[in-house]
C-alpha cells in the first residue's frame, strides 16, 4: 500500500518542553487513523504540524510523496476540520465553502461546481444562504466538514470534531463520518479522547502519551492486545480489572488463588516468565451463572455495589483483595450482598510485568 | 402521561412580592436622580443662557427659561464672534478641527488594527518586547515630549501644518489602540485564524476577510476613543499648529477669553455647545452601533 503521509523523526517543542519526541508515523492511502490519548498527550499538536500551522522543531513530513516541511497549510493538500467548526461568522454557508477557493483563484464555474456537489454530499444544500448564527450545531460542523471538502484534496484532518456536540448527535455525526469515508476513500487522520469515536472509525488506532505514540493498530488489537498497562487501562469503559500477583510454572498465583494460564498466548518469549505480574480483564469478559461452568477458572464474590445502565448492569465486589468489576446483562437480577459465582478465561486476559508493565 | 398534579399549596409560592418604596428603592433612585440633575444642570443652564438676550441675562435669572428665544448668539458664536483681529466665529476652528479629526482617526485606527492583528496572530521574534516598548509609550507624560515633537516637527517641515498635528495625533493614539485590538483579537478564537490559512488566505487577506468583520465592536469603540480625544484635545493643537490651523478647542478658548468689550454670556454658551456637539453625537450614534456591534460579534465560529 502506498503512504499517504508519513512521518519521519518529528520533533516538536516549545522552549524547554518537548511535546513530540522522535515520531514516526506511516499512514497508507485511503485509512482512517484515529490519534487517540487523554488531553495533552501531543495528538491536537501533531495534527496541527501536519496542517503546517506549527512549526516542527525537527524531523521531516511527507504528504503523497512530497516533502511538505516547509510548505504553508494551504499548499500541503490538507482540509481540515476543527473542534469549535471555526466557520466564518460574517459570510454566508456558501462564503464559508468557497473562501478557500477564491483565495485559490479557481474560475467562479469551478467553484460553483464544487461547492454544489459537497452540498449535495453533505445534505446542507437548503443552508447555503444562511449564516452560521442560524445553524445548529450538527449543521455547522456539516459545514465545517463541507469547508474540507470542496478543497478536493488527500488527506482529511479532524481535530476532534464532534467533542461540541450533544451525544445524540455525536453518534449520528460518528456515522456520518464514517459512510463520507467510505464514499470518498480519502486519507483521513482524527484527532479524539473519545474511545467509543476511536474504536468504530478507525482502520488503525494510535495511542499517543506524552508526545510519543505507545501502540498503533487496529481496533481490535488495541481491544485485544493492548501493548502495556495504560494502553490497557485507557481503552475500555468500564476500564480493566487489574490483579497483582506472581506467576510461577504456568500458573499465576494471588494469595490463595491460583489461575492456570493455560490457552494465553504469550509475546516474544513464548513462554511464561516468572516473577511478579499483573493480570488484566475486561469486566465483560467475566461470566456469570451456567456459563461459570465452561470456564477454567472460577471464584466465589461478594456483590459490593451494582450500577444498573439499562442495556448492562455492573457489578461491583472483590477478588483476593482487588476492586473488581463485571458486566452481566441487563435483564439479570442481582442485589446487594448477594453471592456470585464468577468464570472467566485466561486465554481472554492480558499479562503485564509487574516493573515494566509491558505485555508479556 | 403521569398525573402530576397535587394538593392545594399553603404558605409562600410563587414570585417573592417586592414593595415598591421600600428603604432600598428610596435609596437608590434617591441618590441615581439626585446625580443625574447635578450633571444635567450645567448644560441646562448653559442652553437657556444661550438663547437668552443680554438684557435679560443681566437680569440675573440664571435658572428661569428664556422669556424671549433668539438665536442671535449661535449665529454669532458661529460665524461673527472675534478672536483677536479676526472675527469669523467658531466655523474656521470647526473646519480645522475635522480636517484634523478625520484623518487621524482614520489613520490611528488602521495602523493600530493591524499592529494588534500582527501581535496577536503572527507572533514574531521579538513581538513582546516590542509590545511592552509600545505600552511603555501609553505612560510617558505628554508634556516631556512637547518640546522634542516641535523639534522633530519643524526639521521636517511640518511645524504650524494641519499634517503635523495629524502625525502627532496617529502617533499618540497608536499605544492604547494597539492595545485595546491586540487583546480583542487574542480573545477571537484562534481556530478561526488556523483555518483561514488552512484555506490559503495570507497575512491581509485574514486581517481584511476574517479579522475586521468579526470587530465592528472594538472599531466602534476605538472610533469613540480616538473622536473625543482628538476633537477634544486643546493641548497640541495649541502648541503645533499657526493660529489659521487652530483647531475648534482652541477658538473656543480665544472667543470665551477675549479681554476686549462685553463678557457675552449667551455667545460664549453657545460656542461651548457647539464644540461640545461633535463627540455628544458621536456618543449617541455610535452608542447604538456599539450595541449592534456586540449583538453581531457574539456569535463565535
Known amino acids: ?360 | 402521561m403521569i398525573d402530576t398534579t397535587s394538593a392545594p399549596l399553603t404558605g409562600p409560592q410563587g414570585p417573592k412580592p417586592r414593595k415598591p418604596f421600600s428603604r432600598r428603592n428610596i435609596f437608590l433612585y434617591g441618590t441615581l436622580i439626585t446625580i443625574a440633575l447635578f450633571y444635567a444642570l450645567p448644560l441646562y443652564v448653559m442652553f437657556v443662557t444661550s438663547l437668552k438676550g443680554m438684557p435679560e441675562i443681566r437680569l440675573g435669572n440664571v435658572f428661569s427659561p428664556p422669556l424671549e428665544v433668539t438665536f442671535q448668539p449661535w449665529v454669532k458664536a458661529w460665524s461673527e464672534a472675534c478672536t483677536g483681529l479676526t472675527c469669523n466665529g467658531l466655523s474656521t476652528g470647526f473646519w480645522n478641527s475635522v480636517q484634523i479629526t478625520i484623518p487621524s482617526v482614520i489613520l490611528s485606527i488602521i495602523i493600530a488594527s493591524v499592529n494588534g492583528y500582527a501581535l496577536s496572530n503572527w507572533k514574531f521574534k521579538g513581538a513582546d518586547a516590542f509590545f511592552t516598548i509600545l505600552i511603555f509609550g501609553a505612560f510617558i507624560p505628554y508634556q516631556v515630549m512637547l518640546y522634542p515633537i516641535v523639534i522633530m516637527l519643524r526639521e521636517v517641515g511640518l511645524y504650524g501644518s494641519l499634517g503635523g498635528l495629524v502625525l502627532v495625533h496617529t502617533v499618540f493614539g497608536m499605544p492604547i489602540l494597539t492595545l485595546l485590538f491586540r487583546n480583542y483579537f487574542t480573545s477571537l478564537p484562534e481556530e478561526l485564524f488556523k483555518a483561514a490559512r488552512v484555506d490559503g488566505a495570507g497575512f491581509w487577506a485574514i486581517y481584511a476577510k476574517v479579522m475586521v468583520p468579526m470587530s465592528l465592536p472594538i472599531f466602534t469603540v476605538a472610533v469613540i476613543l480616538q473622536v473625543t480625544g482628538i476633537w477634544n484635545d486643546f493641548l497640541f493643537g495649541v502648541v503645533y499648529t499657526s493660529p489659521d490651523n487652530y483647531p475648534m478647542t482652541v477658538s473656543l478658548n480665544n472667543i470665551v477669553n477675549s479681554t476686549q468689550g462685553v463678557k457675552e454670556y449667551n455667545v460664549n454658551m453657545a460656542a461651548t455647545i457647539l464644540t461640545g456637539l461633535v463627540p455628544l453625537s458621536i456618543y449617541f450614534v455610535s452608542g447604538r452601533l456599539f450595541v449592534r456591534g456586540i449583538a453581531a460579534g457574539a456569535v463565535k465560529g
Not at chain 1, 91 to 98: A, H, K, P, R, W
Not at chain 1, 213 to 221: C, K, N, V
Open chain 1, 1 to 360: 500500500m502506498q503512504n499517504s503521509v508519513e512521518i519521519k523523526n518529528l520533533d516538536l517543542q516549545f522552549g524547554a518542553v518537548k511535546v513530540l519526541q522522535n515520531l514516526n508515523l506511516e499512514i497508507g492511502k485511503g485509512e482512517f487513523l484515529v490519534l487517540l490519548g487523554s488531553s495533552g498527550c501531543g495528538k491536537s499538536t501533531l495534527l496541527n504540524c501536519i496542517a503546517g500551522l506549527l512549526d516542527v522543531s525537527g524531523g521531516q513530513i511527507h504528504i503523497n510523496d512530497r516533502n511538505v516541511t516547509w510548505a504553508e497549510p494551504s499548499d500541503r493538500g490538507i482540509g481540515m476540520v476543527f473542534q469549535s467548526y471555526a466557520l466564518y461568522p460574517q459570510m454566508t454557508v456558501e462564503g464559508n465553502l468557497s473562501f478557500g477557493l477564491k483565495n485559490a483563484k479557481l474560475p467562479k464555474p469551478e467553484i460553483a461546481k464544487r461547492i454544489k456537489h459537497a452540498s449535495e454530499v453533505l445534505q446542507i444544500e437548503p443552508l447555503l444562504k444562511r449564516k452560521p448564527a442560524a445553524l445548529s450545531g450538527g449543521q455547522r460542523q456539516r459545514v465545517a466538514i463541507g469547508r474540507a471538502l470542496v478543497r478536493d484534496v488527500d488527506v482529511f484532518l479532524f481535530d476532534e470534531p464532534l467533542s461540541n456536540l450533544d451525544a445524540k448527535l455525536r453518534a449520528d455525526l460518528r456515522v456520518e463520518i464514517k459512510r463520507l469515508h467510505h464514499k470518498l476513500q480519502n486519507t483521513m487522520i482524527y484527532v479524539t479522547h473519545d474511545q467509543i469515536e476511536a474504536m468504530t472509525l478507525a482502520d488503525r488506532i494510535a495511542i499517543m502519551r506524552g508526545g510519543q505514540i505507545m501502540q498503533l493498530g487496529s481496533p481490535d488489537e488495541i481491544y485485544g492486545q493492548p501493548i502495556n498497562k495504560y494502553v490497557a487501562d485507557f481503552i475500555g469503559s468500564p476500564s480493566m480489572n487489574f490483579l497483582e500477583g506472581n506467576i510461577k510454572n504456568g500458573t499465576f498465583e494471588m494469595g490463595e488463588l491460583s489461575i492456570p494460564l493455560d490457552g494465553y498466548e504469550f509475546g516474544d518469549t513464548g513462554a511464561a516468565t516468572e516473577g511478579a505480574a499483573t493480570m488484566g480483564i475486561r469486566p465483560e469478559h467475566v461470566v456469570t451463572g451456567e456459563l461459570v461452568e465452561s470456564t477454567p477458572f472460577q471464584v466465589d464474590v461478594e456483590v459490593n455495589l451494582i450500577e444498573p445502565t439499562g442495556s448492562d448492569t455492573l457489578v461491583d465486589c472483590e477478588v483476593a483483595g482487588h476492586h473488581f468489576r463485571v458486566r452481566m446483562d441487563g435483564q439479570s437480577r442481582v442485589s446487594v450482598g448477594e453471592k456470585l459465582r464468577l468464570g472467566f478465561a485466561p486465554a481472554r486476559a492480558s499479562l503485564f510485568d509487574a516493573k515494566t508493565e509491558l505485555r508479556l
